[in-house]
């Protein structure tokens, strides 16, 4: 291959590789670039866009002349909600959808995890989980206190020790301070914080009758509207703001995103189920459960990464688990207090069937009617489904895919949504999926730590001696490592083979040429740590990796 083609090839891969992400939505693909949104349809459409603070404005929407299948949004705002109309053209008459652009906010797209149990931090990645103990409410607490304008919280069930002290305290002492602060709490559940709320915060139950489930989510958003980009934030997970379930024995995460756009998104959400974008909710307005709509944004860029947000039951989640599922290339990894969903259980049992022998789970002792845990040990074997025997509930609802695999698309999907047909179909819930290494490692060892408790033996994937074939037939190990890095492929290379590495800011900081390729070792022990990205060239084509020093 001339030397200056693939220099232009190397130079062309590196800048798509760092200045753009995608995400695959229903009938399209979004693309972020630094000015602008590109709109990938599946098939030619008739399409529009509206902005303004109800989508009431046309905004432009650019369809490319060499490409009838792609749109573009230019010079759109940061932190903006755009309603896209559309028409595929490609067969059948299915009439107009509707889908949501999140625009890219200025915030500062920091995402913080944190455990209220033990983690095992040996199988840290570069940055270490962070196990709270007793003092998550302490975490919340300090965000509250922080809070200036808006407080909106969606909670299944919540306890205080008094209107004074704790949560409570908190939100009282918020609302005090000028805060706008809404309630939204399950209607079925004896909540005892909420009678220690001031008489003076609004607030709102869900309905009780046989059409509805739980409104089971555990969610806060904070300043959603604040001018300071960087004041937005959003609190979910699995946690209860119950004695047990934040002190313990049973077993929680929250996870903290500070991001505007994202803070708009559950705003839309918390509204609906409000009935109204005022301090003042209007119940004949509102909607739960099955009556809500698909109104909200799926994809976010956070920071250069891209995050999913879903909720239920509008949102077809269960379908999102799956795809989750199904995209694992090397290992697949489960803490869930429970699954009787035939179709997750079933897409599991097929994944591992097909060669993911790293497929491990740990589940909670609780076996309610439909529980697929009895299946899953009988098809994927009870060295690989664990249960979790230790005291209190196994509460989590989280699933990491590809945490040995940086070169594949690491992610953890989390939230309030158990892998039941309620959680599918009646109970208002929300779930994230966050594309991203290191938030996923952090949720592996937590991971980690509760299924060797339950007695199960973790094994990696891709150590020298048990590699799964990869896509693009390269292999890095130890990844991570101390500085010492081994490339090989998979075969023989012809030819010359460019490797080169760049740190995180983009700058190179290896070069080689390798003859008859078949591995290298690299040597980065003087470097600082953190993630490396490793392009390889050569006249097979050009592959992209990930490697983290720590």
């Not at 559950?266 to 004949?284: D, H, K, N, R, V």
């Not at 109104?295 to 989750?324: C, L, M, Q, W």
């Not at 490797?499 to 600082?528: E, N």
Request: with cysteine; aromatic share 10%; charged share 15%.
């Amino acid at each position: 291959m001339n030397k200056h083609v693939l220099l232009s090839i190397l130079f062309l891969q590196f800048h798509l590789f760092y200045s753009q992400i995608s995400s695959k939505e229903r009938d399209y693909v979004i693309t972020y670039h630094p000015q602008s949104i590109d709109i990938q349809f599946t098939s030619p459409v008739i399409a529009k866009a509206y902005g303004g603070k109800n989508n009431e404005l046309e905004i432009p929407f650019e369809k490319k002349a060499s490409d009838p299948y792609l749109y573009t949004l230019q010079d759109v705002s940061p932190s903006s909600i755009i309603k896209l109309d559309y028409q595929l053209l490609g067969g059948g008459d299915e009439g107009f959808r509707t889908g949501f652009i999140a625009t890219p906010s200025k915030s500062s797209g920091t995402i913080e995890v944190f455990f209220n149990h033990p983690v095992d931090t040996n199988y840290s990645q570069g940055q270490n989980a962070v196990n709270l103990g007793n003092t998550l409410d302490d975490k919340l607490i300090s965000y509250i206190n922080g809070c200036s304008s808006t407080l909106d919280i969606a909670i299944y069930n919540s306890f205080s020790p008094s209107a004074t002290a704790g949560i409570a305290g908190a939100i009282n002492d918020a609302f005090q301070r000028g805060v706008q602060v809404r309630v939204i709490y399950d209607g079925g559940t004896g909540s005892a914080m909420i009678p220690l709320l001031n008489s003076a915060i609004p607030k709102l139950a869900s309905p009780k009758n046989i059409n509805y489930g739980l409104m089971h989510n555990k969610f806060v958003v904070f300043d959603a509207n604040a001018a300071d980009a960087n004041k937005p934030l959003v609190w979910t997970g699995s946690t209860n703001w119950t004695v047990v379930q934040i002190d313990g024995p049973d077993k929680n995460s929250a996870i903290v995103i500070q991001d505007q756009s994202l803070a708009l998104g559950y705003q839309i959400e918390f509204e609906e189920m409000w009935g109204s974008s005022t301090a003042t909710p209007i119940p004949f307005n509102s909607r739960f459960g099955p009556y809500k709509l698909d109104n909200t944004p799926h994809t976010y860029n956070i920071g250069g990464r891209i995050v999913n947000s879903y909720f239920s039951p509008s949102d077809g989640v269960n379908e999102k688990i799956i795809e989750a599922v199904n995209s694992a290339d090397t290992d697949l990894n489960i803490a869930t207090m429970l699954i009787t969903r035939t179709d997750i259980s079933s897409a599991l049992i097929d994944k591992y069937s097909n060669g993911l022998h790293a497929t491990q789970l740990v589940m909670d002792t609780q076996n309610p009617q439909g529980n697929q845990k009895a299946l899953l040990q009988a098809e994927i074997g009870a060295a690989r489904v664990r249960t979790d025997a230790s005291k209190g509930v196994m509460h989590h609802k989280f699933m990491v895919v590809d945490n040995y695999n940086s070169s594949s698309d690491p992610l953890v999907l989390v939230g309030s949504h158990n892998w039941s047909s309620a959680a599918e179909t009646k109970n208002d819930e929300n779930t994230l999926i966050v594309h991203d290494l290191n938030i996923a490692n952090q949720y592996y060892q937590a991971f980690a730590y509760l299924y060797q408790l339950s007695g199960g033996v973790i094994i990696n994937p891709l150590s020298v001696g048990n590699s799964p074939e990869l896509a693009n037939h390269y292999f890095i190990y130890p990844n991570p490592s101390t500085g010492i890095f081994n490339i090989k492929s998979e075969k023989a290379v012809s030819g010359n083979t460019d490797i080169r590495i760049y740190d995180a800011t983009g700058r190179r900081i290896f070069h080689q040429t390798v003859s008859q390729f078949r591995m290298s070792s690299i040597d980065l022990t003087h470097q600082p740590n953190g993630i490396y990205y490793v392009v390889i060239a050569n006249e097979a084509g050009v592959n992209h990796l990930k490697m983290i020093k720590h």
